[in-house]
């Protein structure tokens, strides 16, 4: 229930605007803890050449957000990954490494896509690219929504539950941006920050001249390197992180020595798959 006002909020927020199996995709268990012009790639999502080194940020394939299991990628989300891999490979995309969050979505959704770009790279698990604990905020809020059923019990009450959980869930999150409360969080907004901020650091530091590495993540970490890359306010931080589309890419590249954004929410390899199948396959959630 819950999930499914969440997806219902992010589809009213207007975007911004098989094929070859591998044969081994290695799984490495990573023992780390757990103001440019602002666009979206309009573009491929392979971003054009690779004659600088770049990192893609991947968000997850559609979860399941209407199963028992909302970690657990749905088949559209298993299917978007496919094509995204397809998409990097008819591009002729590279990579040098592949890197994901502990979470399990993430995990499928780089097993899906390196496996359909035909990609024998390791795939190094580091949950410092996990998303926030979004049931973390809400009982923040109130104690009694860390049990879901509550929590979709009062929402129902209202007479527009989707209009009530915008309002609920936007306080929520104002609530733990602020600072005021951080001992009522597992993790604050500051340490979320720092953790994404180490976390890409670390990616950096492997970088080659010339070399790709893919990240599986969440739309919450890609919306914070936004942020730093971008010097957003957390306002503009959030609203960007509604926009993230399920197995979008958003690119960074290194140059001159220092990262740079380079595109963001790029989503084209859905809308041109969208018109071909001519059945719906972008989404939020």
């Known amino acids: ?85 397809a998409a990097f490979a008819h591009r002729g995309l590279q990579v040098a490494g592949a890197v994901c969050g502990g979470m399990q979505r993430h995990r499928q959704t780089a097993t899906a896509c390196l496996s359909a770009m035909g990609a024998s790279v390791a795939l190094d698990i580091d949950a410092r690219w996990n998303e926030y604990d979004h049931n973390d905020l809400l009982a923040a809020v109130d104690t009694r929504w860390r049990n879901q059923h509550v929590l979709a019990r009062d929402l129902l009450a209202q007479g527009d539950p989707g209009a009530a959980f915008r309002k609920v869930f936007g306080l929520a999150i104002r609530r733990w941006v602020g600072g005021a409360h951080d001992g009522d969080y597992r993790e604050t907004w500051v340490a979320f920050q720092a953790r994404v901020q180490a976390a890409l650091a670390a990616v ?82």
Not at 30 to 50: D, F, L, S, V
């Open 1 to 85: 229930m819950v999930a499914s006002l969440l997806r219902k909020w992010r589809m009213a927020v207007p975007s911004s605007n098989c094929r070859k199996r591998s044969r081994n995709v290695k799984v490495r268990i990573c023992r780390t803890a757990t103001g440019r012009q602002h666009r979206e790639e309009a573009a491929n999502p392979a971003g054009g050449g690779q004659g600088v080194s770049a990192i893609y940020l991947v968000r997850h394939g559609q979860a399941s957000f209407s199963g028992t299991d909302y970690d657990a990628l749905s088949a559209l989300g298993e299917r978007q990954a496919q094509i995204l891999g």
């Open 204 to 285: 950096e530091a492997r970088l080659k001249p010339h070399e790709t590495v893919l990240v599986f993540t969440s739309g919450g970490p890609i919306s914070m390197v936004c942020r730093d890359l971008l010097g957003l306010n957390d306002e503009r931080t959030w609203a960007l992180n509604l926009r993230v589309v399920n197995t979008a890419v958003t690119r960074v590249v290194r140059s001159h020595g220092a990262l740079e954004f380079a595109g963001f929410n790029a989503h084209t390899h859905l809308e041109e798959a969208q018109a071909v199948q001519g059945e719906p396959l972008v989404t939020y959630v």
